[in-house]
């Protein structure tokens, strides 16, 4: 249906296709509503709009597809994954792993950061390892990230930096090997050592060495590639002793 280019020119919100009919079935009448005009007073073309309509196409259609998920959603969550991952609007979790609401339990920020004095992720990690016993957890990156790119440079962005210190840190450890590279496989390779310093500290979470020695709880570190949708997973197989070594120093008791 084409969107009038003046506002003031649309009909009333009241005149809508998401009225009852006449025979007052209102059910009929949601089962019909597709695209109005006007949504809560706004223009259809409102990004806002367009995403709140969309959420009763979306119920919908799950309903019909899933018609018990919502009532199993409404008496719990039992999730076997934590996901760690970055902010960016392109990296939706439950799309990219192909999952519905409630298989997945996740922690967002910018550049997927992972540092054990953020009592933020970290009470997502306690709560998902401890409570919600997940059996895996993700860190994953992607690639042509804003956050890498921004740690890469030296401009001054105010707050950011402070977020950004970690990966500044990381592009510092490793500057003479970032050097050799282009542009293009610079940043990738940064979003690589990152989500291997994620792993690694979540390797050093007591809570994280607890899980993974009793219950088997599995961590996995990822790459997401932004323009082919496709997920990589990277090599962080340890060698025995030195898991043996961090249990022995990482590892709390009561």
Not at 11 to 35: H, I, K, V, Y
Not at 68 to 95: H, M, N, V, Y
Request: hydrophobic share 35%; proline share 5%.
């Amino acid at each position: 249906m084409a969107t009038p280019s003046d506002p003031q020119s649309a009909p009333p919100a009241e005149e809508t296709t998401n009225q009852p009919q006449e025979n007052g079935n209102q059910e009929n009448s949601d089962e019909e509503f597709s695209m109005p005009l006007i949504t809560n007073g706004r223009p259809f073309e409102d990004a806002y709009a367009k995403a709140f309509n969309n959420n009763s196409l979306w119920r919908r259609s799950l309903a019909e597809t899933e018609p018990e998920l919502f009532e199993s959603l409404g008496k719990g969550q039992s999730p076997q994954i934590l996901w760690i991952g970055c902010a960016d609007s392109r990296c939706p979790e439950t799309t990219i792993l192909g999952l519905q609401p409630g298989e997945i339990f996740c922690h967002r920020n910018i550049a997927n950061i992972l540092v054990n004095t953020d009592i933020n992720s970290l009470s997502v990690i306690q709560y998902a390892v401890q409570y919600l016993k997940v059996k895996h957890i993700i860190i994953c990156g992607h690639t042509s990230c804003g956050g890498i790119a921004a740690a890469l440079g030296n401009k001054k962005l105010g707050l950011i930096d402070t977020w950004l210190m970690p990966l500044r840190a990381l592009r510092q450890e490793n500057l003479s090997l970032l050097d050799t590279l282009n542009e293009t496989d610079k940043g990738v390779k940064l979003v690589e050592l990152n989500v291997r310093a994620g792993v690694k500290v979540l390797h050093t979470n007591p809570i994280v060495i607890d899980a993974m020695s009793e219950r088997g709880l599995q961590v996995h570190g990822l790459i997401y590639n932004v323009g082919t949708g496709e997920l990589r997973e990277l090599d962080i197989e340890e060698e025995e002793e030195i898991v043996k070594s961090r249990i022995v120093s990482f590892k709390t008791e009561d």
